[in-house]
């Protein structure tokens, strides 16, 4: 596996994973007609807008997972379902942090993606509600916290 820096062919390939890996992801916490909004033109758009803080992990020519970055936030973080498993998420997740990450949000019921980041050493320092897809939902904030 290898990480690199997106550019503009991967945005396709990006997107068809982004889009497969939400579904799988938040199927339990979004309701279907929410998750069917978030297709693969949606993140094409997103990350077409933002390739400059989009890296990619790859393995044997194919995407099988990413990290999206604003400054030291990262805004999404997400493998294809059937990567799992593969350690490129670790790879990804330590990779943001080496380049300044230091905080991110989660859904409080995805409980799979909390357990991985609290393996890898990062801290809930918030709970609240915001509004997303059309009602308030809960959510923690996790910031990796060096020492």
Same mark, same amino acid.
């Given at each position: 596996m290898r990480l690199r820096d997106a550019v503009a062919a991967d945005v396709a390939a990006t997107a068809e994973v982004a889009a497969a890996s939400y579904r799988a992801a938040f199927a339990a916490i979004l309701d279907p007609e929410v998750l069917a909004r978030y297709d693969p033109a949606?993140? $094409?758009?997103?990350?077409?807008? !933002?390739?400059?803080?989009?890296?990619?992990? &790859?393995?044997? =020519?194919?995407?099988? =997972?990413?990290?999206? /970055?604003? &400054?030291?936030?990262?805004?999404?973080?997400? /493998?294809?379902?059937?990567?799992? =498993?593969t350690g490129a998420g670790r790879?990804?997740?330590?990779?943001?942090? $080496?380049? =300044?990450? !230091? !905080?991110?949000?989660c859904f409080a019921a995805n409980a799979p993606a909390r357990h991985f980041y609290d393996r890898q050493g990062w801290r809930v320092t918030q709970a609240y509600t915001r509004f997303f897809a059309g009602r308030d939902r809960s959510f923690v904030r996790y910031e990796y916290l060096e020492g």
């Open positions: 949606f993140f $094409a758009a997103r990350f077409a807008a !933002s390739l400059d803080r989009l890296r990619l992990a &790859e393995r044997d =020519g194919r995407i099988i =997972g990413f990290c999206l /970055v604003t &400054e030291a936030h990262i805004d999404m973080i997400f /493998v294809a379902p059937d990567a799992l =498993g790879a990804l997740l330590a990779d943001a942090q $080496a380049h =300044g990450a !230091s !905080s991110l949000e």
